[in-house]
């Protein structure tokens, strides 16, 4: 089993950033990859970004704004979430997701994650 935990969420206002974090424990994968959804009530889980145990990252469309960025701790048991220039529709709540690389890719789907962190919501006001 595999514990995620998010932190640093919270209150920000239009324009500014937030760093999220997402610390991983328990089992450990050999071939890893980690990302950042979000979900906002009434809605699906939409990806946003991933980073892979060889460090390849994949972004989301929206993402590709360049105001998402994600990166690993040294441990490689930790991954970030840097954003900037947020907006009020980026107020979600945000998790962290783990899972073995099973494909040549990354994938971007929901449900093919094995493992989830409880979320934490951030809020942007205008």
């Known amino acids: 089993q595999v514990q995620l935990v998010e932190s640093g969420g919270g209150l920000v206002q239009a324009g500014g950033s937030l760093r999220l974090s997402c610390e991983a424990s328990g089992r450990t994968f050999s071939s890893w990859v980690m990302a950042w959804f979000r979900q906002v009530p009434g809605k699906e889980r939409t990806f946003l970004a991933a980073?892979?145990?060889?460090?390849?990252?994949?972004y989301s469309r929206d993402s590709e704004e360049g105001r998402f960025a994600i990166s690993t701790g040294n441990n490689k048991r930790t991954v970030y979430l840097q954003s900037v220039s947020l907006k009020p529709e980026d107020t979600a709540v945000y998790f962290c997701a783990m899972g073995a690389q099973r494909r040549e890719y990354i994938t971007t789907t929901a449900h093919e994650y094995d493992y989830w962190g409880q979320g934490t919501q951030v809020t942007v006001s205008s």
């Open positions: 980073v892979n145990y060889r460090g390849i990252t994949i």
